[in-house]
């Protein structure tokens, strides 16, 4: 009896990436929230929600991208059977600025820096919504309530960011 030469490839599952997904919005989500509190405090800081925000999310996301890639590639519809390096690209840029928000805080750069950090990735996560709203319908691979979540979450780190650069 002779053995084939390969085996079937198993089609990866796309949980590993969802659960990720939402750890990224809880984290990314309570960081918000203290960031509203955090800054109306005298005096005011964004120290926790920069490392949960920015930081936390950025490294979930990192993860997720070029770690778990073939689980995500799975969750976005984008199965091609093969590594995406510019998916990978993608989770370097998260692992940059999620690093830049630790660096921020472990180091005291002080609030204009961590604003920063918030500006940098909601301009990153508010652009992406753009682009997926722009996208034919016949080429999106994402319904409407994650690109609706996207946006909230960009334009709550951009309002941080700026309300965080006025407080500096």
Request: proline share 5%; no cysteine.
């Amino acid at each position: 009896m002779t053995q084939p030469d390969s085996a079937p490839a198993q089609a990866t599952s796309p949980r590993p990436a969802l659960y990720l997904m939402i750890a990224t919005y809880v984290v990314g989500g309570v960081g918000i929230f203290l960031g509203f509190r955090e800054l109306s405090a005298d005096p005011p800081s964004l120290s926790v929600a920069t490392l949960l925000a920015v930081g936390g999310a950025g490294i979930l996301s990192f993860v997720r991208h070029s770690i778990f890639h073939e689980s995500d590639a799975a969750r976005l519809g984008w199965g091609i059977g093969r590594r995406n390096n510019f998916q990978i690209e993608v989770g370097l840029a998260n692992l940059a600025w999620g690093l830049l928000a630790i660096l921020a805080v472990v180091l005291d750069w002080g609030l204009a820096v961590q604003a920063s950090s918030f500006l940098v990735f909601g301009f990153y996560i508010t652009s992406v919504g753009i682009m997926l709203l722009l996208t034919p319908s016949d080429d999106r691979t994402r319904p409407w309530r994650q690109v609706v979540l996207m946006w909230a979450f960009g334009i709550m780190l951009l309002w941080i960011g700026f309300a965080g650069m006025a407080a500096a």
